[in-house]
């Protein structure tokens, strides 16, 4: 959680009995009416990580009756996706939601609060976010570069991406050209890929063609509405380089400054109540969305362990010339990955054992009679 | 998300620029001062869970400027903690913060909103209540019974409890005093174990004496605080009885409807920012405590698999008696299973994958040099 939203001191002292014996106090507590454009970095059709911006646009209004109003714009309305932080820097915009990663560009530092390859699980990054020190130490780069930061939902685990051939060793993927970006790109380059940057509505002609070999979007639900299991066979996982992307909420700092104390905390539990949605959605969604994509001939497959393993040994060095190079990214992988490997292995016995249990007894009943 | 807030109309119709030339509209617009006492069924000791109050009376109160005020009271304080649903039934408080299974006996309904045997783990569970028709059809049945329920935090996975020995077969079970309530007492009846039902703050001295041979409580972090380590030597998982825990806020059907719809949003908005706090902060803490716990002894133990194949088998029998007997629970149950087979083999795959593997990393990583 934001701490300074539940320990803020509010504006109104003795909060009073509202009633007309006391118009004066009454009138003294009135907040304002606040209107705010917010510039998603998502088109509409990515109905639930866009969604996120609608529900938490709807939970704010209904909160405050209406005074405090987020119109949500589709990437491309007022700024392109990618101009989002920009955007909201220079206060063409108070806020904008967003995949943090998109800026790795300007500074390697923001992909830490979205997604990094071998990085932190759903659970895990909230474990780190809310009470790992995360978003407090993030705020710190963050609103050093002009903008306070809240998460706004997550698209879970990501898959691995669409293949038009199988991967069965580090040898195929020499002078694949797959559709990768960001440090998933520049890993997979230190294995001989060729990575190519696409837009997501021009995947399925560039695959159609043989323009690209490969392609990566986001999991079963979003990727099967772009039509990819039509033009690529093989579907591959686990999406090592994004075990999580978390999206965020960024506002202006001095709109957000400017927020009665009652708006920062309204704020701050409606990106809560819109996160634990889009996790929601994405689950139920998805594991609706695997079943028909198999069910159709989607063939789904795992990462040979060999490419898993020099992934991660070469991703291994990206970080190390990373962390030389850059001490806001120091800092705040310190914190991000300090935890990891005590969450895994708490996840893993506990958790891991019981859902490893739980879906060999699914897989059992699904056996025909006679197994 | 409970869907009732996000479209529920607010009572304002046109907000209303706020400001001194609009005496009278802002005075239309005032929100009731509310006070609420919050009946816990918690100690002030388990402060994870206890806490879920506490980080949703704050921030009820900083969104609304101190005018909605919810008290918080511990277990025993104003009624004892098995006695919180009867309290708000009657409205002796108009909330209460609660595990629901806790009432199995009343109803066995009650217990699929939090935990069952073999049931949902977290995220499964936060699919179905938020995306899965969980919080609708749940809620049919608790305001029948005089209350509306939101989820209000979540334990995550439990342990399986410490035994003063080991369990290496089914045979070790017969005749074993296990502390151990509920849906999860009664499978372990089945496996010929002498279940008891003792307090918590009971639990150490019980088993010092050996007045019971095993208990279980919550998890690593919880159950240090008791020092049942320093008691039983054996530390079992997976905990199959409560593969997660979710708890609610239970409100007082009247005391719900008389709230203005501002905030009925921000009840729900809160409940959301407490359950992903207490989640993030089960998961922070359990990490550090079962690693402390291991380093001081503890000797971590799997239920053999026959152990857990019995117990499986056993519950359906169970749950098919539940089913024929009750038509809320076999409703609820349909629901609640509906979606099982396609959350496990989703989660399994891709994300299950991704843990694995770098579960395997972290494995290596902590090698001794020339491993």
Known sequence: MQRRSFLAKTAVGAAGAAGATLAAPAMAQSLPTI????????PKSLDTIYGGGEVLSKAVSAMTGGK???????????????QVLDAVQANTVECGHTALYYFFGKDPTWALASAVPFGLNTRQHNAWWYQGGGAALFNEFSQKNGVHSLMLGNTTGQMGGWFRKEIKS???L???KFRIAGLGGQVFAKLGVVTQQIAGGDLYPALEKGTIDAAEWVGPYDDEKLGLQKVAKFYYYPGFFEGCTAAHLIVNNKAYEALPAEYKAVLSAASAEATLDMIAKYDARNAVAIKRLVSTGTQ???FPRPVLEAAYREMQGIYAQLNAGNADFKKMYDSYFGSQADQIAWGRANEGTFDNFMSAQMQAANKPAGK
Do not use: C, T, Y
């Not at 405090?68 to 990618?82: D, M």
């Open 174 to 176: 020499k002078g694949l």
């Open 68 to 82: 405090f109003q987020i119109s949500v714009h589709a990437g491309g309305e007022i700024v392109p996706g990618l």
């Open 170 to 172: 580090l040898e195929d």
């Open 35 to 42: 209107r705010w454009r917010l510039a998603s970095s998502f």
């Open 300 to 302: 789904l497959r795992v």
